[in-house]
Nanobody
Framework: QVQLVESGGGLVQAGDSLRLSCAAS????????MGWFRQAPGKEREFVAA????????YYAESVKGQFTISRDNAKNTVYLQMNSLKPEDTAVYYC????????????????????WGQGTQVTVSS
């Protein structure tokens, strides 16, 4: 069982940066692949980024490549999402998720791959 708690969201202006954190409970955090998803009002939850258990592999949605960076610190049981040059269209609730798979695969882009989810943190970007 893994419990995930996101933090770091808030209200920012376009062009600003934010770093989201996701703290995980449990001693097996290092075995899980981790992902970030987001859901804007009236839209489906969409994949943002994922990182393998070791941090050696990362995946990004095309819409955030070069703008967002996912990283993890297994010693701190934490995964991060650094978001730069934020745009109003980045406004959403951001969720972190953990996958028992450990590695990254084509299915890592889909929320069905993930076994545990946090409650989400709101990111609002004003124009």
């Amino acid at each position: 069982q893994v419990q995930l708690v996101e933090s770091g969201g808030g209200l920012v202006q376009a062009g600003d940066s934010l770093r989201l954190s996701c703290a995980a409970s449990g001693r097996t955090f290092g075995n899980y692949a981790m992902g970030w998803f987001r859901q804007a009002p009236g839209k489906e939850r969409e994949f943002v980024a994922a990182i393998s258990w070791s941090g050696g592999s990362t995946y990004y949605a095309e819409s955030v490549k070069g703008q967002f960076t996912i990283s993890r610190d297994n010693a701190k049981n934490t995964v991060y999402l650094q978001m730069n040059s934020l745009k109003p269209e980045d406004t959403a609730v951001y969720y972190c998720a953990a996958s028992r798979s450990g590695g990254l695969y084509s299915r890592s882009y889909y929320f069905e791959e993930y076994d545990y989810w946090g409650q989400g943190t709101q990111v609002t970007v004003s124009s």
